[in-house]
């Protein structure tokens, strides 16, 4: 018997075109491949996609102009103090060490860890927009200083609006509905709630998440718009060679694109142009960024010969047999997809083993017990959940409704592609933010597109039908669709059961201090040496003074960061040892600072403990200038 709707010769072309397909998978995938013609989404897809983009381009700005104007009327908070924003200050630091002419392919930070310094693993990709951004307004005349200024505003509130214009068009693509308003208004509150847009915020996650969004919304857009698959797969290798922390993102939408075209020989395009762009940035980036003698070299934890080999495999390969003769069977492109996977699988398992192993499983013991296991976006779920109650209910409720809400779909109907692909992605950031609570900066970014979706439901049930209880559930939903308001919850609960989190990791605790340039002021007037600090202060030190600091918050700093915890913690003349060995002039104490608190804890009768307690050794002399300022310094004999 025929289904209503169905033609027999689309039933045939299925049937012809899954054979080979596991049954149990095609039966849970086939919704998704029912005949575009009788999808009422995809009927209203072209409209969409040619629809709306300027007016969605001004709503963005608009709430780009709002935020802009929050934070001129504080003063700009967030450029004042800088805070435990270490990666913002270090990253300025990179960009003027560009501009005073270091090598664009040398990534060496001489002024931290020991002598001769270490390589960051960070990406020149994100150092060269801020620097032209400089170099533009000190053309105009205006001050390094006045320039940097700029900078620190103009470089994360653009991406800010572009990242709300990106998941309004995704919003508006998952819905196959208008969902500007609903839509608009979550990103920005959920954008601004994460920080990562905020002014002064040079860190590279906001340009990953607007990457990642991006390559998602043209996933989407691919059947309607011929270029979208190619854009996707350049936006996908970008987001790639930013930073390894979307690896699990990136490798989410090559599955999905390779799946899709399985599936369905019509996806073809889509697979190829995503494939294409893929691999051809990788190739571009490599030839950029990594120095020729360099290209057989793999690293980790940047982007190198190994994330170009398996990306251009991987793409290339994708767009190979997406380009093989057509039509094919789905057994056929099974079978192809499934060699490609294995080819991947084993270059890396064969030539890069060492990077399938965890990113922090060569770390330092005493590197992860004292540094690692405080970082706060490095957390799992559940050290989140016990010592940050307010951190979890913000970044983890949201996104776990909005997979609630695209589950309650699958019981009422079949889900569409673009619903499918933003669900797969929404997912992978939530089991990763399980892992390590940085994923639910994505997480929660596209949670907006079915929570906007379920708002701007019940908003058009209220249009029809006036009464108060669809008014309720529509405050409802808005308010549960918001991060501020489950924060607010936890706090709420929290002050009720009156127990406020214990540990160094807690909320309380990363009221972090010594993050403002005054603070560093009088470090500042000294002539340039060594610094001993906590690696809490190793940015702030590189960015507001001219000396070197022997630590700092950063994994390939090992040499450095155990020197420290070797002089905090030892004995004073274990510490008058290192001091020497290491051409130390200078030791620095924040007060405020949760490292040293942690530090003291566990070494009652270390160097770090003794100078929180002015127990000061013979060989160490405070300068009085600086005595109970943020910043107190004291001078090696």
Request: charged share 15%; glycine share 8%.
């Amino acid at each position: 018997m025929i289904r209503a709707g169905r033609s027999p010769l689309v039933d045939h072309r299925l049937a012809h075109s899954t054979a080979g397909i596991p049954t149990q998978l095609y039966a849970l995938l086939r919704p998704m491949m029912q005949d575009r013609e009788n999808d009422p989404g995809h009927r209203d897809g072209m409209a969409i996609q040619g629809t709306g983009w300027k007016h969605d381009l001004l709503l963005a700005l608009c709430a780009m102009l709002v935020v802009l104007a929050i934070n001129a009327v504080s003063g700009f908070p967030t450029i004042a103090d800088l805070g435990a924003d270490n990666d913002s200050m270090l990253r300025l630091v990179e960009v003027r060490d560009l501009l005073a002419g270091q090598s664009w392919f040398d990534l060496h930070q001489y002024r931290m860890g020991l002598a001769g310094g270490f390589v960051m693993h960070w990406s020149r990709l994100v150092d060269t927009p801020i620097a032209l951004i400089i170099l533009a307004f000190q053309a105009l005349g205006t001050s390094t200083a006045a320039a940097e200024r700029a900078a620190q505003i103009i470089w994360p509130l653009s991406l800010y609006g572009l990242a709300i214009f990106v998941i309004l068009r995704a919003s508006r693509r998952f819905a196959s509905a208008d969902v500007a308003m609903p839509s608009v208004v979550l990103a920005t509150a959920a954008l601004f709630f994460l920080g990562i847009f905020n002014p002064g915020t040079l860190d590279h996650h906001n340009v990953q998440l607007l990457l990642t969004a991006a390559s998602l919304y043209l996933l989407m857009e691919a059947p309607f718009w011929r270029p979208a698959a190619l854009l996707s797969g350049l936006c996908a290798g970008l987001t790639l060679a930013v930073g390894m922390e979307t690896a699990p993102y990136v490798a989410a939408l090559g599955a999905c694109a390779a799946v899709l075209f399985v599936l369905d020989e019509r996806e073809r395009q889509t697979a190829r142009g995503f494939g294409i762009g893929f691999a051809a940035m990788a190739s571009v980036v490599l030839v950029a960024t990594i120095p020729p003698s360099a290209w057989g070299v793999a690293q980790c934890d940047a982007f190198s010969a190994f994330q170009f080999v398996i990306a251009a495999l991987s793409g290339f390969g994708l767009a190979a047999i997406a380009g093989l003769s057509r039509p094919s069977t789905a057994r056929k492109r099974f079978v192809w997809m499934s060699a490609l996977a294995l080819a991947v699988a084993a270059v890396a398992t064969v030539f890069f083993p060492q990077c399938l192993a965890s990113p922090y499983a060569g770390m330092d013991e005493r590197v992860r017990t004292y540094w690692l296991n405080d970082v706060v976006e490095a957390q799992p779920f559940l050290s989140v959940a016990v010592n940050q109650p307010k951190l979890m209910a913000a970044r983890y409720v949201t996104p776990f409704i909005a997979i609630l809400l695209i589950g309650l779909q699958l019981r009422g109907r079949r889900l569409r592609r673009e619903e499918v692909l933003a669900a797969a992605l929404l997912i992978v950031a939530f089991v990763v933010s399980l892992w390590q609570v940085r994923g639910s900066t994505f997480s929660v970014a596209f949670a907006v597109l079915p929570l906007s979706t379920w708002i701007a439901g019940i908003r058009l049930q209220a249009n029809s039908a006036q009464s108060w209880r669809v008014s309720t559930r529509i405050a409802a939903a808005w308010l549960v669709s918001l991060n501020a308001t489950w924060a607010g919850v936890a706090v709420a609960a929290q002050s009720v059961v009156q127990r406020a989190p214990t540990g160094i990791n807690s909320d309380a605790d990363h009221a972090l201090t010594c993050g403002k340039a005054e603070d560093f002021s009088d470090l500042a007037a000294m002539p340039a040496t060594t610094v001993l600090a906590s690696s809490n202060l190793g940015s702030a030190i590189v960015m507001f003074t001219g000396h070197r600091a022997l630590a700092g918050p950063y994994h390939r700093n090992v040499g450095g960061n155990l020197a420290m915890l070797d002089a905090f913690m030892g004995t004073p003349d274990a510490a008058r040892a290192i001091v020497q060995r290491e051409h130390v002039g200078l030791v620095a104490i924040c007060r405020g600072n949760s490292e040293e608190l942690s530090l003291a804890v566990e070494a009652p009768t270390g160097l770090a403990a003794r100078l929180l307690r002015r127990d000061v050794p013979d060989w160490l002399e405070l300068d009085g200038a600086t005595a109970n300022k943020p910043v107190e310094i004291y001078k090696v004999r």
